[in-house]
């Protein structure tokens, strides 16, 4: 299964990838980074049906998380991957903004892997 | 009888329109018929008139009669509430009282009708008003009533000797007639006045005015008195020591009397006048006889007034007739005539009648003193009243101003303590804008501490594994792998530290007190620290930075460590954006920071300004509001915490009342423009 993780914050690649080392040495996960809105949406873009879930955080420059959930729900083919939001905003507001949006989860930092990969097992 | 009495009333106002209805009485036969209809008719206002005619026609013959008539007239007046007309009855009346010796009883009559004429409501409503007016004006006939009233007043006190007393009231009287022109008055007046005059025995003065009267009786064509002023010109020129002329008037006053049948009282007069001129001429035989006379005149019409002089008159003829028992007798007479005319009795009763008149004329006064000062009081009530009034308006006034003051006071008092909150919760409020920023600062980093260390501590277990096992190269991997995940953790850890402590500073009130400050200085200082802290960091880090002074800028009071820490921030902002076009564009560009101070007053007011100038890369004009913001910023997660600016603007506004702009054109750099204000407002910490 392939990931699309979004952040602006660059060490989460490397945290990703260690946390899900074994994962990833298994060929259970595969993980793409962007560190937009904007890369994520180009890659989407080039690299259609290639992403089945996406994490995104919210707080981003440019376009912001909850920008880039409304154009993947809004815009992109049917069916629209699973998104979860990942944010240091734990507060309701985002949150309900997020589930309106279409988010099909919603989690926040710091992240609790071991809850994250309980949530990805149910999904594959 | 009935016929009789129908003719006569038919006749009886032709009967009062021929008579001069004021003075002239009516004769014997006149008389007769007025007192038959008298006693026929029904009619109050005619038998009033009818009383006025026959009162007339007795009182100077018959007392009890006149008495009679003046009585009923005065209580028909009374009825009707003729006010002029009870005058008149009841001057008769003291008249007819003064006429019997009753100087006290008369003296009450005449002081009635005195209020009575005095009060001008006599005027209104005067029936009959011929009776005492001839052309029918009111006023006139109480001017005649209060004339007669003061020659009768004058009459009475020269009777009872208080000639003084007598002289004011004949003058008073005279005034009147004279101002009026009332022939009859000015006849009796000068009548009276003459007698008075001879009994002061300024007999020239007398003469005159007996002249005058004997003048006005003529022209009049009134002769009932003209008897009593022959004697009195008689009795003048007996004490000029005239006797021939003395004898022609006495002869002239007896014709009068005889004539005039119903004049006994002047008869009397007379021969008692002219019994006294005998007695002091020594003629004893004559002074007894009009003596007798005079008695007898005097016994028929029942007044004693002149009594005593008369039995005087016998007692000194036969005194002088060497009778002295008979002398004797009549002195005894004369002297119980006296006393029984004017006795102490009578006297005091006479006495109190005038103290209750004074004592009413003092209450009169008093009244009138009361009743001013009484207005006087109101008056002054009322001023004080409106004094209150204008006092208390005056002290709703100050009470209403001081409330309005109290108002104003807590009005501003509120105002003060919410501003207070204001400042208070605003610095909430930015407190609350920051704890959703802390959180998404504190938490990033601590996203990677948290997880990262976690990651070493399964590495470090898989470390252990792989050295059991004796797989170096495995080993190694690991190591480098915790390394490099160790240095993550320390920088995201170093990362939440500062992020804490720029919170810290921004929310930390600043306890720095203003002093005069030479911003020059401070510039140059920040801008040295600016440049060469970054140089520090960044090692290829270069840029041009320029400082222009006013020389003559003055010192401005201000907290030089927070304006330094503004500058700071400006500078450092300033090089950094140098720094991201250098980078984009190295050729053809010269990165550029320019510092400036200047004499730039705020508007209506002196001030300074520093303005921060760089050729970086501008301001999108789309975040230009936005980087005042707290949190807000530009740079490179890690690199700025977006509480620079916003500090600033702190600093700036709150602390110094000063303004800071930014000026800013894409591809063509910023300038940050910060004025203060030379003479600073009082400043709340």
């Given at each position: 299964?392939?990931?699309?993780?979004?952040?602006?914050?660059?060490?989460?690649?490397?945290?990703?990838?260690?946390?899900?080392?074994?994962?990833?040495?298994?060929?259970?996960?595969?993980?793409?980074?962007?560190?937009?809105?904007?890369?994520?949406?180009?890659?989407?873009?080039?690299?259609?049906?290639?992403?089945?879930?996406?994490?995104?955080?919210?707080?981003?420059?440019?376009?912001?998380?909850?920008?880039?959930?409304?154009?993947i729900?809004?815009?992109?083919?049917?069916?629209?991957?699973?998104?979860?939001?990942?944010?240091?905003?734990?507060?309701?507001?985002?949150?309900?903004?997020?589930?309106?949006?279409?988010?099909?989860?919603?989690?926040?930092?710091?992240?609790d892997?071991?809850?994250?990969?309980?949530?990805?097992?149910?999904?594959? | 009888?009935?016929?009789?009495?129908?003719?006569?009333?038919?006749?009886?106002?032709?009967?009062?329109?021929?008579q001069?209805?004021?003075?002239?009485?009516?004769?014997?036969?006149?008389?007769?018929?007025?007192?038959?209809?008298?006693?026929?008719?029904?009619?109050?206002?005619?038998?009033?008139?009818?009383?006025?005619?026959?009162?007339?026609?007795?009182d100077?013959?018959?007392?009890?009669?006149?008495?009679?008539?003046?009585?009923?007239?005065?209580?028909?007046?009374?009825?009707?509430?003729?006010?002029?007309?009870?005058?008149?009855?009841?001057?008769?009346?003291?008249y007819?009282?003064?006429?019997?010796g009753?100087?006290?009883?008369?003296?009450?009559?005449?002081?009635?009708?005195?209020?009575?004429?005095?009060?001008?409501?006599?005027?209104?409503?005067?029936?009959?008003?011929?009776?005492?007016?001839?052309?029918?004006?009111?006023?006139?006939a109480r001017?005649?009533?209060?004339?007669?009233?003061?020659?009768?007043?004058?009459?009475?006190?020269?009777?009872?000797?208080n000639?003084?007393?007598?002289?004011?009231?004949?003058?008073?009287?005279?005034?009147?007639?004279?101002?009026?022109?009332?022939?009859?008055?000015?006849?009796?007046?000068?009548?009276?006045?003459?007698?008075?005059?001879?009994?002061?025995d300024?007999?020239?003065?007398?003469?005159?005015?007996?002249?005058?009267?004997?003048?006005?009786?003529?022209?009049?064509?009134y002769?009932?008195?003209?008897?009593?002023?022959?004697?009195?010109?008689?009795?003048?020129?007996?004490?000029?020591?005239?006797?021939?002329?003395?004898?022609?008037?006495?002869?002239?006053?007896?014709?009068e009397?005889?004539?005039?049948?119903?004049?006994?009282?002047?008869?009397?007069?007379?021969?008692?006048?002219?019994?006294?001129?005998?007695?002091?001429?020594?003629?004893?035989?004559?002074?007894?006889?009009?003596?007798?006379?005079?008695?007898?005149?005097?016994?028929?019409?029942?007044?004693?007034?002149?009594?005593?002089w008369?039995?005087?008159?016998?007692?000194?003829?036969?005194?002088?007739?060497?009778k002295?028992?008979?002398?004797?007798?009549?002195?005894?007479?004369?002297?119980?005539?006296?006393?029984?005319?004017?006795?102490?009795?009578?006297?005091?009763?006479?006495?109190?009648?005038?103290?209750?008149?004074?004592?009413?004329?003092?209450e009169?006064?008093?009244?009138?003193?009361?009743?001013?000062?009484?207005?006087?009081?109101?008056?002054?009530?009322?001023?004080?009243?409106?004094?209150?009034?204008?006092?208390?308006?005056?002290?709703?006034n100050?009470?209403?101003k001081?409330?309005?003051?109290?108002?104003?006071?807590?009005?501003?008092d509120?105002?003060?303590?919410?501003?207070?909150?204001?400042?208070?919760?605003?610095?909430?409020?930015?407190?609350?804008?920051?704890?959703?920023g802390?959180?998404?600062?504190?938490?990033?980093?601590?996203?990677?501490?948290?997880?990262?260390?976690?990651?070493?501590?399964e590495?470090?277990?898989?470390?252990?594994?792989?050295?059991?096992?004796?797989?170096?190269?495995?080993?190694?991997?690991?190591?480098k792998?915790i390394?490099?995940?160790?240095?993550?953790i320390?920088?995201?850890?170093?990362?939440?530290?500062?992020?804490?402590?720029?919170?810290?500073?921004?929310?930390?009130?600043?306890?720095?007190?203003?002093?005069?400050?030479?911003?020059?200085?401070?510039?140059d200082?920040?801008?040295r620290?600016?440049?060469?802290?970054?140089?520090?960091?960044?090692?290829?880090?270069?840029a041009?930075?320029k400082?222009?002074?006013?020389?003559?800028?003055?010192?401005?009071?201000?907290?030089?460590?927070?304006?330094?820490r503004?500058?700071l921030?400006?500078i450092?902002?300033?090089?950094?954006?140098?720094?991201?076009?250098?980078?984009?564009?190295?050729?053809?560009?010269?990165?550029?920071?320019?510092?400036?101070?200047?004499?730039?007053?705020?508007?209506?007011?002196?001030?300074?300004?520093?303005r921060?100038?760089?050729?970086?890369?501008?301001?999108?004009?789309e975040?230009?509001?936005k980087?005042?913001?707290?949190?807000?910023t530009?740079?490179?997660?890690?690199?700025?915490?977006?509480?620079?600016?916003?500090?600033?603007?702190?600093?700036?506004?709150?602390?110094?009342?000063?303004?800071?702009?930014?000026?800013?054109?894409?591809?063509?750099?910023?300038?940050?423009?910060?004025?203060?204000?030379?003479?600073?407002?009082?400043?709340q910490?």
């Open positions: 299964m392939n990931i699309l993780v979004v952040d602006d914050e660059k060490d989460i690649q490397p945290l990703f990838l260690q946390r899900f080392r074994k994962e990833i040495r298994n060929g259970e996960l595969s993980f793409e980074f962007a560190y937009s809105g904007e890369d994520a949406l180009n890659y989407l873009n080039g690299n259609l049906h290639e992403a089945v879930l996406i994490l995104s955080d919210i707080n981003m420059p440019g376009m912001s998380g909850l920008d880039l959930l409304d154009r729900k809004q815009k992109h083919e049917v069916p629209p991957p699973f998104v979860m939001m990942i944010t240091a905003y734990g507060d309701e507001e985002n949150h309900k903004r997020a589930m309106a949006l279409g988010a099909d989860d919603f989690l926040t930092k710091p992240v892997f071991n809850q994250l990969k309980e949530k990805i097992k149910t999904l594959i | 009888m009935k016929y009789l009495l129908k003719i006569v009333l038919l006749l009886f106002p032709s009967f009062l329109m021929a001069n209805a004021i003075f002239d009485e009516p004769t014997k036969k006149q008389a007769d018929s007025l007192l038959v209809v008298f006693h026929a008719t029904q009619n109050d206002t005619i038998r009033m008139e009818i009383c006025k005619q026959l009162g007339m026609y007795y100077e013959a018959n007392q009890d009669s006149a008495i009679f008539f003046r009585q009923y007239e005065l209580k028909i007046a009374r009825q009707l509430n003729q006010k002029l007309w009870e005058a008149h009855a009841s001057m008769e009346l003291g007819s009282m003064w006429n019997t009753n100087y006290a009883q008369s003296l009450h009559y005449y002081l009635q009708t005195v209020n009575l004429a005095q009060d001008k409501e006599s005027e209104k409503n005067i029936w009959n008003i011929t009776a005492f007016s001839k052309s029918k004006n009111p006023r006139l001017q005649y009533m209060l004339s007669s009233i003061y020659d009768l007043l004058g009459l009475l006190y020269h009777s009872t000797g000639d003084e007393k007598a002289r004011s009231f004949y003058f008073k009287s005279l005034k009147i007639a004279e101002e009026v022109n009332d022939p009859h008055m000015l006849f009796l007046v000068n009548m009276d006045l003459g007698d008075l005059y001879s009994s002061l300024r007999l020239d003065s007398a003469l005159i005015f007996e002249q005058h009267a004997l003048t006005f009786a003529n022209s009049l064509g002769s009932k008195y003209n008897g009593i002023i022959y004697i009195s010109i008689a009795e003048t020129y007996v004490k000029k020591g005239n006797p021939d002329s003395a004898q022609v008037y006495f002869n002239h006053a007896i014709r009397g005889k004539r005039n049948e119903n004049n006994l009282m002047a008869l009397a007069n007379v021969y008692s006048s002219m019994a006294q001129t005998y007695n002091r001429w020594k003629m004893p035989d004559s002074v007894l006889a009009y003596a007798e006379m005079a008695l007898k005149t005097v016994n028929r019409m029942h007044s004693i007034r002149i009594l005593p008369i039995y005087s008159s016998f007692s000194s003829a036969y005194k002088m007739k060497g002295t028992d008979s002398a004797f007798i009549y002195l005894e007479l004369s002297v119980n005539a006296k006393d029984s005319l004017a006795n102490a009795d009578k006297i005091k009763q006479f006495q109190n009648i005038e103290f209750d008149q004074e004592f009413h004329q003092q009169l006064e008093k009244e009138k003193i009361l009743y001013q000062s009484k207005i006087r009081t109101n008056a002054l009530m009322g001023g004080l009243f409106t004094l209150l009034v204008i006092a208390f308006l005056l002290y709703r100050s009470k209403q001081q409330k309005a003051k109290r108002k104003i006071e807590l009005a501003y509120q105002l003060k303590a919410t501003q207070a909150q204001l400042i208070h919760s605003e610095k909430m409020a930015s407190l609350g804008e920051l704890t959703a802390i959180a998404h600062e504190i938490q990033n980093p601590l996203n990677f501490v948290n997880n990262f260390s976690e990651v070493n501590i590495l470090a277990g898989d470390l252990l594994e792989e050295i059991k096992n004796g797989n170096l190269k495995e080993a190694d991997d690991l190591v792998d390394i490099h995940n160790e240095e993550k320390n920088q995201h850890g170093r990362r939440a530290d500062a992020i804490v402590k720029s919170m810290l500073q921004h929310s930390r009130s600043s306890t720095g007190t203003k002093e005069p400050t030479d911003l020059n200085t401070l510039a200082e920040y801008l620290l600016a440049y060469h802290g970054l140089r520090a960091k960044d090692k290829s880090f270069n041009d930075f400082l222009e002074v006013d020389e003559s800028l003055p010192k401005v009071n201000v907290v030089a460590q927070d304006i330094g503004v500058l921030n400006l450092n902002n300033a090089f950094f954006a140098v720094s991201v076009k250098t980078k984009k564009n190295p050729e053809n560009y010269k990165p550029q920071v320019i510092v400036t101070t200047s004499n730039s007053p705020l508007e209506g007011g002196r001030g300074v300004s520093i921060v100038k760089d050729n970086g890369p501008g301001i999108p004009t975040i230009k509001d980087i005042f913001q707290p949190f807000f530009t740079k490179p997660t890690g690199q700025g915490t977006g509480l620079g600016l916003s500090m600033s603007y702190d600093i700036i506004i709150k602390g110094h009342g000063g303004e800071i702009t930014v000026e800013s054109q894409a591809g063509e750099g910023t300038e940050f423009i910060v004025t203060l204000p030379l003479s600073l407002p009082n400043q910490s």
